[in-house]
C-alpha cells in the first residue's frame, strides 16, 4: 500500500482549552497580603522586679471603649486626635531634656525639662480597653512606629550619608533574599548600631475590665 | 491602460489566530505559578485594618495563622455573632490555643521552633478584649513572635470617629 500521510491533528480548539483553564486559575488566585506590624511580646516570668521610670520619661495612651485617646505625659493630661499621634510621640522622643550624664546630643526638640531625657530612656506605653475596636489599636501602633521610624530614618541618614537610603529601606534591603551575604553582613552592623540609639521602648499594660 | 492596477477591494484577509494559544498559554502559566491555594477555609468574616509600617513575612512555612472575627454569615445561627477564633478548619476557645501552638511546634523540625511567628488575622471590627486574650495564652506557651497582619494602606483613613 502506499504511503499515506498521516492527517493533521485540528489545534482549533486549543485556545478554547486554555482559556478555561487560564478562567480557572484567574478565579482561584488569591495574591496573599502577608504584611503586617510585627511585634515581639513581653514574656511570662521576670515580672517580680519593678523597674522605676521617672514620670517624665513616660508617654502614655489610654484608648478607651469609645476609642478616644487619652494621653499622659509631662506632667499634664489631654485627649488627642489619633491624626496628631505621630507628631506627638517624635516630639516626646526626640525631646532630649536631660541633662549631665543623660544630656542627648542627637535630639533635636525643644529640651523641655517636664518631658523625656534621652532616646534610650524614653517609654511609651499603651493601654487599652477590652472594648476597644481592633483597628483603632492598630492605628494607635502603626503611629507609634512610624515615629520611632521618622527618628530612626533621620539618624540612619545622618550617621551613614553613603548609603543613600533611609533606616527602613535598609531594613528592607537586608530582608531581601537576594541581597548578597557580604552587604548583609554590612547593613546588620549599622541597623543594630541605629537600633541600639533608639529603642523602641514599648510596653503595653494589661487591659482593664470594662463594665 | 494603466501602470498601476487598482487592488481589488473587498475580502480583507483573515487576522491569523494561530498564535492566540500562545499567548493564553503564558498568562495561564504566570497565572498558575502566582496562584497560592488557600490553606484554610474560613470560617469568620477576616477584613483586615490598613496599616503602612508593615514588614513583609517572609518564609510561609514558618507562620502559624490565628483568625479572629464574627462567624460568617451561615454559621451565625450556630455560633452567634461575637467575634470567634479560628484555628486551622475549625473554630476554636482561648484555652484550645496552646495545645495548637504545640502541635504546630511538633510538626516542626526542632531548630525551626525558634523562628516560627504568629500571625494575628484580626477583623478590624473585632474588640480589643479576645486580642489580648489571645496575646495572654500566647505568652504562656512562650511563642512571643507575633505580626498583626494587616492591608497596606492609609492607618487613618478606615477610622470611623
Redesign the interface.
Known sequence: MAKRSAPEVNAGSMADIAFLLLIFFLVTTTIETDSGLSRKLPPMEEQEEDVIIKEKNIFQINVNRNNELLLKTGGEEKLLNIKDLRAEAVKFLDNGGGTGEDACKRCKGNKNPKSSDNFQKAVVSLQSDRATKYDTYIAVQNEVIAAYNQLRNREFKRDFPGEDMSFVEAEKRYNDPRTSSSEKDKLKEKLEKIKLLIPQKFSEAEPKKSN | MSKFKKKKSGDLPAIS?AS??DI??M??FF??V?????QNTLKVQNS???????????K?DL?MYIYVGKPSSNYQSKYGTEARIQLNDKFADVDDIAAFIQAERASKREELVPFL?T?LK????????I??DI??E???V?A?????????GD??A??K?
Do not use: H, W
Open positions: 489566530t492566540l494559544p493564553v498559554f498568562l495561564l497565572f498558575m502566582a496562584t497560592v491555594m488557600r483586615l485594618p490598613a496599616a503602612d509600617q508593615v514588614e513583609k513575612l517572609d510561609k507562620v511567628t500571625s484580626v477583623d478590624s471590627d473585632a474588640n480589643m478584649g486580642v489580648t496575646k495572654q500566647l505568652r504562656k512562650n512571643l513572635k507575633i505580626n498583626y497582619t494587616t492591608r497596606k492607618a487613618l478606615g477610622l470617629d
